[in-house]
């Protein structure tokens, strides 16, 4: 059974740096492409950035080009984000989903991020 | 970007009726279109891919048709826990991967 579980959120200061980790069980996780997405409070949803399974392929919303960096380790089935010079407007629900043929079939059930001084 | 525009940002609609949720897409996006179903405090559960292919465990009272920019869920009759908030999604186009705002589905 896949499971997806995120950790990391919080409560963080505006242009300070968070490291969310999202770790992975009932899959090869080595065979997978990774995402995060996000979601604002009271808001929809948004896709995040990606990771190919081999993690030589990076993407990035507009939104966090610059800022935010996915990265992913094998070894311990678990894929991160790493969130730099955080504003107000990052404050959000992030999940983590694996890739599938079609749609994310696979979420996380998330982490809080708040960012406000 | 790929721009998905969903109508009506709230349905009323009673227990055991039809509901009619629409996504248009700002391109085409051929059939490479999904729809998730979100209720308060969960991750968004896939419902649709392939604009009408239901997904793993998905019951058959949900279907989805459409192609290209216009797409449609219809939910044959309602039953209580299928009032959440709907999300379209296009993955023809990506990055980015781009939703609706979504409909928000209450009951009459």
């Known amino acids: 059974q896949v499971q997806l579980v995120e950790s990391g959120g919080g409560v963080v200061q505006p242009g300070r740096s968070l490291r969310l980790s999202c770790a992975a069980s009932?899959?090869?996780?080595?065979?997978?492409?990774m995402h995060w997405l996000r979601q604002a409070p009271g808001k929809g949803l948004e896709w995040v950035a990606a990771i190919s399974y081999h993690a030589s392929d990076k993407y990035y919303a507009d939104s966090v080009k610059g800022r935010f960096t996915i990265s992913r380790d094998n070894s311990k089935d678990t894929v991160y984000l790493h969130m730099n010079s955080l504003r107000p407007e990052d404050t959000a629900v992030y999940h983590c989903?694996?890739?599938?043929?079609?749609?994310?079939?696979?979420w996380g059930p998330g982490t809080l991020v708040t960012v406000s001084s | 970007e790929i721009v998905m525009t969903q109508s009506p940002a709230t349905l009323s609609v009673s227990p055991g009726e039809r509901a009619t949720l629409s996504c248009r897409a700002s391109?085409?996006?051929?059939?490479?279109l999904a729809w998730y179903q979100q209720k308060p405090g969960q991750a968004p559960r896939l419902l649709i891919y392939g604009a009408s292919t239901r997904a793993t465990g998905i019951p058959a009272r949900f279907s989805g048709s459409g192609s290209g920019t216009e797409f449609t869920l219809t939910i044959s009759s309602l039953q209580s826990e299928d009032f959440a908030v709907y999300y379209c999604q296009q993955y023809n186009n990506w990055p980015p991967y781009t939703f609706g705002q979504g409909t928000k589905l209450e009951i009459k």
């Open positions: 391109q085409s996006v051929s059939d490479n």
């Open positions: 009932g899959f090869t996780f080595s065979g997978y492409g």
């Open positions: 989903a694996r890739t599938a043929i079609a749609g994310f079939a696979h």
